[in-house]
């Protein structure tokens, strides 16, 4: 009895993998489709995918535009503050006032429109121009414009809007 199992079993797997065979698609000839694609390869980054840093120039603050050349998360985004300008933007005057000890730096959305930045330093140590900077910063990656931020660093701290 086993063999005829067996056997019936293994008849109806033939039968099956011959059915599939000849599903009826046919070959064929390559296709035209016209020329191979030319010309440079698109980056990565899209030119509206710019980020806006606030950096500070003759004691204010000022939008610096910058293309990152991979998505920077908002704390990534912070802590190109703490790194400085570039060498192209300290040659048009730029500086920061936000300490590189302040890196790194942590971002959540409490509220629709509500971020808080914590520091890895006092912020009670930062100077009001550097709070601002941050402020600003954060404001511009929220996707809900104006975002109040609260900066906080061994305490809490009030919100704040970017005053420009």
Known sequence: MRTGLARRVFAAGLVSLVAVAGCGVQPTDAIRAGDPP????APTITPAMKITLYLVKNGRLSAVKRRPVRRLSPADTLA?????????????????EVPREAAPFS????????????????????SPLAVEQIVCTAAARAPESPAQVTVVGAGQGAPRSCPL
């Open 107 to 126: 971002v959540t959305a409490e509220r629709a429109g509500h971020l808080v930045v914590a520091l890895s330093t006092p912020a009670g140590e930062l």
């Open 38 to 41: 030319s010309g440079p390869v």
């Open 80 to 96: 190109l503050l703490a790194a400085g300008p570039s060498a192209a933007e300290q040659a048009d005057g730029l500086t920061t």
